[in-house]
């Protein structure tokens, strides 16, 4: 129980620094980019207006949580041990394991507040949009049968939003939480911030080559014995990121059948328990 | 310090042998249900650019087909029709899932570049303005068709599909077969069915099957006995030579 509290204290130290660090200035950038791009849009149809706003939004959410998890994570262990706060805690009798634990917890609830508030000005936005839009076609088709205003009203309704978007950003913070415990990992046997800043960036974009790895490794084709060996390297070795880019045909208005996202949920699941104790297995060894 | 390393790297490789089996069963999920359809090859490659090719592979294919509609629209607003043909080439190739792409690039391209076509000042021969207007109908054709590949569980392209046969081409036989495909889907309107027995009806060789389409539609109650459906039906009873005791609208 004491573990316990002292896990969440950390955790909650470790939200409140990163919160203090001003980080949510990205909420800014997002704002401008998704209120502007719905200002400069103006001129397309409705639907297409629609289609790009959730596509930049939906886009840019993916990007600020990717960037977010890597940053804010790459930098806890070499940032404490710098300001000699880690051996503070760690003398205070607090397990390195709950030290780890309290840290992913901290930045899961940042990655979390950054979703939410991203969220909910994204569905103001559309929100606004599809007002604005639904006033402008009741104002064309005023005198018009109202069977045909109620048409066109659904229409209108049906290309704003949509429940499917919902599992969407839920991947994309399993996603983003995926890649804080993986950074978490990297930086406990990494000497500096840049170098697990650039290792998560490394695994990042080799692991959205994974699954075709992984086809190339397992299809049984007929290839030379070493590419195989390198195909199998990286299908084992990297995280399987692909898997979680459902945003992209969520967008397109396609339903995720509950079974699939249930799976991808639980491989993130997987995924964020298995490099957190790899990462505390890595730090219970390393010398400070 | 080594063999815990060793240890640590041993138990990754482990984890990802293990979590292969749910990663394979995600991606099988994932195909049968139409998802991340998109053919990141060589071609893609060279049509967007290094860092579009990047952005593509790091999950932002959205973002980036958005930001390519945009340039679409531009060479639209400069008449640059084959620059637009080639941006909705990349854009559905990016988001083969959306269905206002597809539908858009077609009806640019069978709509607007083939009136275009047709009214190019700086084309004087008519048999060469006539055939430019026939390649973008085909354009517009097969952005529909290879939309309806890449979205087999949605009717609204098979609807666009039957409006460009209908309309452009006068196919009045691939346009009843395209509105019946798109009336087959739980979703899809009452009109698709209305539209598949009018079409139907212009077909030679279908007319009674037209006929028992409309009929049915006919005998379903109000909400169907619009004046076309009535008059096509009427139309079709005159050409089957139906006894007038069996005909929907007898005379008094």
Known sequence: MKSLRGTWAIGWNTFTELVRMKVFYFLLIFALLIIGNSAFVAKFSFQEQFQMLKDISLGAMAVFTSLLAILATANFLPKDMEDRTIYTILAKSVPRFSYLLGKLIGILLLLGLAILLMTGLFLAVL????????????????????????????????????????????????????????????????????????????????????????????????????TRVLAAVVALIFPDLQAFNLTDDVIAGVAVPTGLFLQTMALGGLYVAVYFFLAAIAFAGREL | MIARRLGVFGLLVLCGAALLPLQIRIQREAAAAHFRKTDLNLDLRERVGQMGFLAALSGFRSPLAAFLWIEAHTAWENTEWGRMAGIFDTVTTLQPRSLLYWDMAAWHMAWNASVAAMQDEKQPSEALRIRAQRQYFELGKELLERGIRNNPDRYQLYLQLGVLLRDKFEDHCGAADAFLMASSFPDAPPYCRRFAGYEMAKCPGREREAYDLLRELYLQGESQRLPTLVNVLTEMEKKLDIPESERVEQKP
């Open chain 1, 127 to 226: 929100w606004l949009r599809e007002h604005w839009v639904l006033a402008e076609t009741r104002a064309q088709l005023a005198g018009a049968p109202a069977e045909e205003v109620a048409l066109a009203v659904r229409e209108v309704t049906a290309a704003t939003f949509n429940a499917n978007l919902v599992p969407g950003i839920v991947i994309i913070f399993v996603k983003a939480a995926l890649l804080a415990s993986l950074t978490l990992f990297i930086s406990t046997f990494s000497t500096s911030g840049i170098f697990a800043i650039l290792m998560a960036v490394a695994v990042y974009f080799i692991g959205h080559l994974q699954a075709t790895a992984r086809e190339f490794w397992l299809a049984g084709v007929d290839i030379q014995w070493w």
